[in-house]
């Protein structure tokens, strides 16, 4: 696999960042998560201005244009040849050459990484199976807006997960709902309302929470954006989890309970084909 570090296309093999980067010793930097669909990018623009906004949080610099990155993301999937998969890109605040806390001067360059995960969106086998989850405290940091590589606490959470039988953890903040290890959480309550909690500095601003927002309306389904409980969720006629690698994942059940029947939802899989022949308009021809 090709992977794209710091102004250069070359083998995974050599690619390599210092021990003193900042990304590495203090998680000082933020990544994006692109879709390819059909050898093409889903929705980049996005994720791009959630890059610029994410840095801007940082006050990180962006290593170049979000049109030059845009560009690179490109060259980087065709040398991959990815038709179905992801594109991961990171920024840190580079390599000061040391250990310090306080931000290095700024002839320090952030260090840019990408590299491509083939992997199936479309017909993943989670769609039919459903996933099941379990609750936990969420314990992350109050800047969830801001995508930051410190991701200790989701990845303490899908191990808890894996070792209570179950796929991924839902996250829950003074009994609410705040979203899954690495997604946006929803419910649909028994009158067929989709229930997500409203953007705040509580959660990622998801992009495919937001294309999924949009589609909702153009189809004339009903929709809420609230904080919900632990309780609702145990009890909603369906949940799903929404990320741009994953579209949406039905859940079948929660801490045990099997929700509804036990199957994918109907709702969930009919909005699903909805996003999936929404992506595949945005990405073919
Ligand atoms: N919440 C968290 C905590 C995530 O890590 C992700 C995936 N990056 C999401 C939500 C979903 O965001 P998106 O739809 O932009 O992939």
Redesign the pocket.
Known sequence: RTVYLNGQFVDEQHAHVSVFDRGFLFADAVYE?SAVLNGRLLDNDA?LA?LARSCEALQLTLPCPLAEIEQLQKRLIVENQLQEGAIYLQVSRGNSGDRNFDFPDASVTPTFLMFTQARPLVNHPNVQRGIRMVSLEDIRWQR?DI?TVGLLA?CLAKEYAHQHQADDALLIENDLVT??????AWIIDEHGCLITRPLSTH??H????HALIELIRENGLQLEERPFSLDEALNAREIFI????TFIWPVIALDGKTIGDGKPGKITLQLRDIYVRMANQATEG
């Open positions: 998560v994720h959630r969830r995508k989701p979203e899954a290890s690495s997604s946006n959660i990622l998801g992009i495919t929470r929404s990320s741009a690698t």
